[in-house]
């Protein structure tokens, strides 16, 4: 026998066929990949930036609408527009005060806003100005928003001073929007952004 043997004669036939149910999973899956891949690539359309102006019409402390287009200000959260807070041992509706606070930051000027991501109502997460007036950072700075994946050393120094909503006590916005039944809403850190970004991904309508 010149050195055969079974190892030597299965690497010279090469390897055992695959069985046809592995070959038809093999296929399925390979289908499946590209047809995510087309599906990607035909919707990567929906993550592109995009930048809004007009006369705002504000909604609430944090977000506001440009003409047919609503637009929730990125990385902040204000409180709803019927919560109340508590200072100084009475109820007074911040909700209300914030949505203020930001008409105030607006004044008469247009807005300007970008961003690529939504929410999970359809909103624009935009960062947006009015002038040189950073409104996003602004409304934290005055204590009028808290961070939400953003601008929590402005939070800090509105905590400290006690401006706007830190001068008493309050719920968090997110806490106040689940005790009331609304949807829950990410965080626009980069998490959220990432539960954000597949929503819109692959969001049908």
Known sequence: ???????????????????????????????????????????????NTRSEQGIAVINDGDS??????????????APEYTQTCTRDGADYACGRMARQALATLIGRRKVDCSGWQKDRYGRLLGDCKAGDVDLNRGQVEAGWAVAYGGFEREEATARSARRG?????FVQPQEWRRTHRAEPEPRHD???????????????R
């Open 190 to 204: 980069p998490l959220g952004g990432i539960v954000n970004g597949l929503r819109e991904l692959f969001r049908f």
């Open 64 to 77: 506001l609408t440009l003409g047919s287009v609503r637009v929730r200000l990125r990385g902040i959260d």
């Open 165 to 169: 909503i830190w001068a008493g006590s």
């Open 1 to 47: 026998m010149s050195g055969w043997s079974p190892r030597r004669r299965y690497g010279e036939r090469g390897r055992r066929p695959r069985s046809l149910w592995r070959r038809l999973f093999d296929y399925a899956l390979t289908v499946a990949i590209f047809a995510l891949l087309a599906l990607v690539a035909a919707r990567l359309d929906r993550l």
